[in-house]
């Protein structure tokens, strides 16, 4: 072995051990060509990798003494000689460029006087995933067959790094993907769910948890709007402080004012001491005003002043005391249509609405109810002692057809009621025991979401009896969203 190639072999040793330390692609391309030039000492150089998204099927990635990737690739795509090479797989060498009748029509090589050229592939199996190419104006005969015989040898382990280096990076990505997964579990112990809107919905979340931004969540009823506000609560700066829920629709006009503000001694007949408000109990904390689009007019004014001023007065006060509360909203109605109909204030609505969260309803996230489902019967069985283990495939196959109208609460409700009932360890379709709904029910031409809703609502109760309690078992709602419903619809009389 003659000393040139003891050199060359213990170079391509030494190059070996470096080039496979670096993990970064690009850095591991520049030092490719770095180490190449230096040791051929070339005056140029440059690296293309395939790329078949390029009109020319490869793109300049590194470059050495040239002006611009596009000088690089009209020095030597004029000469044919990438182009060569990413097709045949084939090294090219010239002793004498100017002299070689293979570059005669180059006027690259002529204008710029390159005497010698050397360029390999980079070869991964049987694959050519781009090249290396070096040239010289100083000297013919500056490459020959060793130089191409290291420089082939180069190649190939140049080729192996680069591929380290794409799997490495692929490996980067997925294991942010899985910690972003370990996260979201982890942040949000108890909310279920993979579908690409839920997903979204989270992310948002978030986002937010770390600061102290108004937050509005709308959705319909029964999609999670609690459970969120509460996790951003939980997982937030005010964790380790109180968090308190009122739903706006629940409580009479009369009422509400007096137990989000407070109240003086004296204010009204049967105040006989002062008595703190629910903003009040949160300070520090965090307030969700939950079904929000149904708080009166003459409060929403004095809510705006809480989130402008941080301050309230309590009923029959002349007080004003500061208050540090973060302000969670939730409605499922459009709040745009409760503004231009007069029942909302648009500049409430914007103090409210620095973040909206949209919970996507459970017909539009139809990846999530097997699990959601599983998990449920899980917590059910534990909870009433039952041996129910799964559910059956056509169970699985009905809960996926349902409409769900009622949400994430109608499938847990249907679910813990299946458990309760039945007599195996494997939930059957019957034990769910779901309404059967025709199409001409579900498609009926014309029929808008709220509308349908109160068909449904009127044939449950019909089947019922009236009984409302059973109603909104079977609807999976609560009670007193389906008193609130029927107030509404002026049926409150039944």
């Not at 009236?466 to 009670?479: C, F, M, P, Y």
């Amino acid at each position: 072995m003659s000393e040139q190639q003891k050199d060359n072999f213990t170079v391509l040793y030494e190059i070996a051990q470096r080039i496979n330390s670096i993990l970064d692609e690009q850095e591991l391309l520049e030092k490719v060509l770095e180490t190449a030039m230096s040791h051929l000492d070339a005056e140029r150089g440059y690296v293309v990798m395939v790329n078949p998204e390029d009109k020319r099927g490869f793109s300049v990635v590194v470059l050495k003494n040239f002006s611009s990737p596009k000088a690089a690739d009209e020095s030597a795509a004029s000469s044919s000689v990438i182009n060569n090479v990413l097709k045949t797989g084939e090294p090219v060498l010239t002793f004498d460029a100017l002299s070689d009748e293979r570059f005669e029509a180059s006027r690259s090589i002529v204008a710029q006087q390159i005497l010698s050229i050397i360029c390999v592939p980079l070869r991964l199996q049987d694959e050519t995933i781009g090249a290396i190419y070096l040239d010289s104006t100083k000297s013919r005969g500056k490459f020959n067959n060793d130089t191409l015989k290291f420089l082939a040898v180069f190649g190939n382990l140049s080729a192996v790094a680069v591929e380290n280096a794409k799997r490495y990076d692929k490996l980067k990505d997925e294991n942010a993907r899985l910690q972003n997964e370990v996260t979201s579990t982890n942040l949000f112990p108890g909310i279920i769910g993979k579908s690409k809107q839920w997903t979204a919905a989270l992310d948002l979340v978030r986002r937010v948890v770390d600061t102290d931004v108004s937050v509005l969540i709308t959705g319909e009823s029964g999609t999670g709007k609690e459970l969120i506000a509460r996790a951003i609560h939980n997982q937030g700066r005010r964790r380790d402080t109180g968090f308190m829920a009122i739903n706006c629709s629940a409580i009479p006009e009369q009422l509400l004012e007096s137990e989000l503000f407070g109240y003086k001694k004296g204010a009204f007949t049967g105040a006989n001491g002062d008595k703190k408000g629910l903003i009040e109990y949160a300070d520090g904390g965090t307030l969700l005003l939950d079904e929000v689009g149904d708080l009166p007019m003459s409060l929403q004014a004095k809510l705006l002043r809480v989130l402008q001023e941080k301050e309230i007065r309590r009923l029959g006060d002349a007080e004003t005391r500061k208050v540090d509360v973060r302000i969670i909203a939730a409605t499922n109605k459009n709040l745009h249509d409760e503004i231009k109909g007069g029942r909302f204030r648009e500049d409430l609505y914007f103090r409210l609405n620095v973040v909206e969260i949209h919970l996507p309803a459970l017909r539009e996230r139809t990846d999530d109810i097997p699990v959601l489902a599983d998990q449920f019967v899980r917590t059910a069985a534990e909870t009433h002692g039952r041996s129910v283990k799964k559910i059956a495939s056509g169970a699985m196959s009905r809960l996926l057809r349902h409409p769900w109208y009622g949400n994430v609460r109608e499938l847990q409700n249907v679910v813990e009621r299946a458990v309760v009932l039945s007599r195996g360890e494997e939930l059957s379709e019957e034990d769910l025991k779901l309404e059967q709904y025709s199409e001409e029910e579900l498609a009926q031409t014309g029929l808008t979401l709220e509308e349908f809703e109160r068909k449904l609502v009127e044939k449950t109760l019909n089947e019922t009896g009236g009984n409302r309690t059973r109603t909104a078992e079977k609807l999976g709602v609560s009670l007193r969203w389906l008193q609130y419903r029927l107030k509404e619809w002026g049926g409150d009389s039944r």
